[in-house]
């Protein structure tokens, strides 16, 4: 899933249960246009590879992500920035609120794409109530 705040969703894609994410995350980089301002990219250690940041740096983002602690040549990331990346992790609670989804009764994809659709629309209905 790739979000613009903690409160709306860019894209997102499912991917089976017992493969890698970072294919499908490489697949909604391709997809992303990017704004003309500096856009930051932040990122799970599980996008850390050396071809995600190529590509995410070849669309013009800058990549925010921890190397792995057995890389043998670590970069310098944003610290402060990463820590955003809660914000990500707090919507994905939100969403698994919803026993539809934290389960996945469903056995097709396009009925649990749905239902994440559903919960992403209360989500935000929810938050402008609140306000």
Known sequence: MVTATDRSVVAFTLSGGNAHDGPEGELLI????????????????????????????????????????????????????????????????RLKRFRKIFTRYDKLDVVFSGFICFAMVCDALLSVNSL
């Open 30 to 93: 391709e997809e992303l246009h990017r704004l003309p301002e500096q856009v930051y990219l932040i990122m799970d250690r599980a996008y850390e590879g050396d071809k995600m940041r190529a590509k995410a740096m070849e669309k013009g983002f800058v990549p925010v992500v921890p190397p792995k602690k057995n890389r043998k040549e670590p970069w310098d990331y944003d610290k402060e920035r990463y820590k955003q990346r809660n914000e990500i992790e707090r919507y994905f609670l």
